[in-house]
């Protein structure tokens, strides 16, 4: 997920039950590189590999 498709349509808003604190501070972190995104990906024979996704959601690396 980039950090464009987050903030769109309210997702992060509906997300955190709908908790305008909240958002702002997860927000907040965003912007200064304090959140980190994982996408989680199970292969056929259920092996799972994590990769550290970049703003635009792009594979940057393993992850941890």
């Known amino acids: 997920m980039s950090d464009k498709?987050?903030?769109d349509n309210k997702r992060l808003f509906k997300?955190?039950?709908r908790d305008k604190k909240l958002?702002?501070?997860?927000l907040k972190d965003l912007?200064?590189?304090k959140v980190e995104k994982v996408?989680?990906?199970?292969?056929?024979d259920g092996k799972i590999q994590t990769f550290r996704l970049d703003e635009d959601a792009n594979r940057v690396?393993?992850?941890p």
Not at 23 to 26: A, M, V
Not at 39 to 44: G, Q
């Open 5 to 7: 498709w987050i903030k």
């Open 15 to 17: 997300a955190v039950n």
């Open 23 to 26: 958002e702002k501070k997860i």
């Open 31 to 33: 912007k200064a590189h």
């Open 39 to 44: 996408l989680f990906n199970i292969n056929a």
């Open 61 to 63: 690396g393993p992850w």
